[in-house]
């Protein structure tokens, strides 16, 4: 099942905060979180595995509820360079190694300056 | 190497015409994945390796992709007889799974136009 991004797109001033957010309706094992921009590779941004985690530094950050069916993306005091595609993966359970992520559709950040 | 290398960068095949997409692996990680991100921006999970063992290939259309990581070669994916709808970025990442935080670094992709 695919976890449900939103917001699908926001448009943002340089200097306005974003937060992103990732569903599921079941318990998930962890939360991948990626940006990506146009014509290149998605590049890694931070991962979420226990329930009340909070992870990441003072500009990007994340946090996974308790029940580990909601992870959130803050973004703070944009800057231009995070204009982009950002993309939840998650995994359902753990099988012992690593697991094919599931990807929600994207949100689409653009920063205006 | 320190990143995920695919070659090649753009492939162009005509209808029915086999394609051949190649990926390295971050050296000393032991799984590999393949995913299609088709022009929508949607992410497919294709087939995942531990080393040279298929981890998982649910997302796999078998019959006419198939899938290798053999020891000291680059891992590959093989379209047999590719179709229109094939078109897409085909993405390779590789993890080294060494706890349970399974990060997954993706290599830049190779872009496949079937015509």
């Known amino acids: 099942q695919q976890p449900v991004q939103s917001p699908q797109a926001v448009i943002l001033r340089e200097g306005e905060d974003a937060v992103i957010n990732c569903s599921s309706s079941?318990?998930?094992?962890?939360v991948h979180w990626y940006r990506q921009k146009h014509g290149e590779a998605p590049v890694f941004l931070m991962i979420?595995?226990?329930?009340?985690e909070q992870k990441g530094h003072e500009k990007i950050s994340a946090s996974f509820n308790e029940k580990k069916q909601q992870s959130s993306l803050y973004l703070t005091a944009s800057q231009l360079s995070y204009s982009g595609t950002y993309f939840c993966?998650?995994?359902?359970?753990?099988?012992?190694?690593?697991?094919?992520?599931?990807f929600g559709k994207g949100t689409h950040l653009i920063i205006q300056p | 190497g320190e990143e995920v290398a695919q070659t090649p960068k753009h492939l162009v095949r005509g209808e029915g015409q086999k394609a051949k997409l190649y990926c390295a692996p971050i050296?000393?990680?032991?799984?590999v994945f393949w995913y299609q991100q088709v022009l929508k921006n949607e992410f497919k999970f294709l087939i995942s390796?531990?080393?040279?063992?298929?981890?998982?290939e649910t997302g796999m259309p078998k019959e006419r992709f198939s899938a290798k990581c053999l020891p000291n070669s680059p891992c590959s994916l093989e379209i047999q007889a590719t179709k229109l709808e094939d078109s897409a970025v085909y993405f390779c990442?590789?993890?080294?799974?060494?706890?349970?935080?399974?990060?997954?670094?993706f290599g830049p992709g190779t872009r496949l136009t079937v015509l």
């Open positions: 990442a590789s993890s080294p799974s060494l706890d349970s935080y399974n990060e997954q670094f």
């Open positions: 079941k318990a998930l094992y962890s």
């Open positions: 979420l595995l226990k329930g009340g």
């Open positions: 993966g998650t995994e359902w359970y753990s099988g012992g190694g690593a697991d094919g992520l599931t």
């Open positions: 050296k000393g990680h032991s799984y």
């Open positions: 390796f531990q080393n040279e063992n298929v981890f998982d």
